[in-house]
């Protein structure tokens, strides 16, 4: 046997657990092995200086401190459970609106038709924002200066996505729902409305 078995043999001693054959055995050792009756030795040092520390209690309300933890603990870990649900729910609508049979003609003009539609929002939204700039006389220091204002959303955004993932899912999840419902509800009709004219 080597010196770490019997290391764990020292701690034993030390802490009143070892029968009288593994005391004697103990003992036959330690007359043998110098690095274990330096081990006995530190570890005797070591457990003089602890029982010089005094003794602190935890304190009045460290129970209650405790439980309270814990209690917010398990709070915390029934948050997803509750989020799950809806998340569930909007995947099954999603899936359901999105393998229903429809025209793959029609996606193609309604998609378009959002991007432009986003495209001129943008451009409508610059062109008003450039023209209040110019009237208004601001400078290129400015408008520097209203980047971090404008980058703002950008980091709120981040930190609801950081801190709620499961809710950044559903946000994007009812976006993607949102669009399978305007292709399937407004794309056939402004589909045959063009035919028609």
């Known amino acids: 046997m080597g010196c ?6 020292i701690m034993e001693y030390l802490d009143g657990a070892l029968d009288a054959r593994g005391k004697r055995d103990l003992e036959q050792h330690l007359s043998k092995c110098v690095h274990c009756s330096e081990f006995l030795e530190a570890m005797q040092r070591q457990y003089v200086m602890l029982s010089d520390l005094p003794l602190l209690s935890p304190g009045q309300n460290f129970t209650q401190k405790v439980m309270t933890k814990i209690y917010n603990e398990k709070a ?7 989020m799950a649900i809806p998340a569930l729910l909007l995947a099954i609508l999603a899936v359901t609106i999105l393998l229903a ?11 378009i038709g959002a991007v ?13 924002l450039n023209t209040a700039l110019w009237m208004a006389g601001f400078t290129v220091k400015v ?13 709120i955004l981040a930190e609801i996505w950081r801190q709620y993932p499961m809710s950044a899912v559903l946000v994007i999840g009812v976006f993607i729902v949102g669009f399978s419902l305007w292709v ?6 402004e589909a045959t409305g063009s ?3």
């Open 4 to 9: 770490d078995f019997y290391e764990e043999r």
């Open 76 to 82: 915390e870990r029934n948050i997803p459970i509750v």
């Open 184 to 189: 399937r509800l407004l794309a056939p009709t």
């Open 101 to 111: 049979p429809y025209n793959p003609a029609d996606i193609i003009p309604a998609f």
């Open 195 to 197: 035919k028609n004219t």
């Open 116 to 128: 432009g539609w986003f495209v001129m929002v943008v451009k409508s939204v610059s062109g008003i």
């Open 143 to 155: 408008i520097m200066d209203l980047q971090s204002a404008l980058t703002f959303p950008a980091r």
